[in-house]
């Protein structure tokens, strides 16, 4: 079982910068690929970034790609989304989870899931 809690949301102006944490709780998190997902008002949830168990390989879907970067530090068991230039449609509900998969975008091989941190981009 893993425990996932969200921090690090919040309302930023256009072109600033928020750091998402994920801790998890147990000794498996170096056991598991990690992933960040979003869900906008009315939209489906979507795949935004991911990391293997080693942190040396990540994917990121192409919107976010030269603006987001994610890191994991597995003595802290912690994943990290940092976003830097926000953009208004990167307003969502972000969501890490972790799945046996590696590098995985199907929100289905996530096995757990977060609560979710609300992150608010203003133009």
């Known amino acids: 079982q893993v425990q996932l809690v969200e921090s690090g949301g919040g309302l930023v102006q256009a072109g600033g910068s928020l750091r998402l944490s994920c801790a998890a709780s147990g000794r498996t998190f170096s056991s598991y690929a990690m992933g960040w997902f979003r869900q906008a008002p009315g939209k489906e949830r979507e795949f935004v970034a991911a990391i293997n168990l080693s942190g040396r390989g990540t994917s990121l879907t192409d919107s976010v790609m030269g603006r987001f970067t994610i890191s994991r530090d597995n003595a802290k068991n912690t994943v990290y989304l940092q976003m830097n230039s926000l953009k208004p449609e990167d307003t969502a509900v972000y969501y890490c989870?972790?799945?046996?998969?590696?590098?995985?975008?199907?929100?289905?091989?996530?096995?757990?899931w977060g609560q979710g941190t609300q992150v608010t981009v203003s133009s």
């Open positions: 989870a972790a799945s046996r998969v590696s590098l995985t975008r199907r929100p289905n091989e996530y096995d757990y």
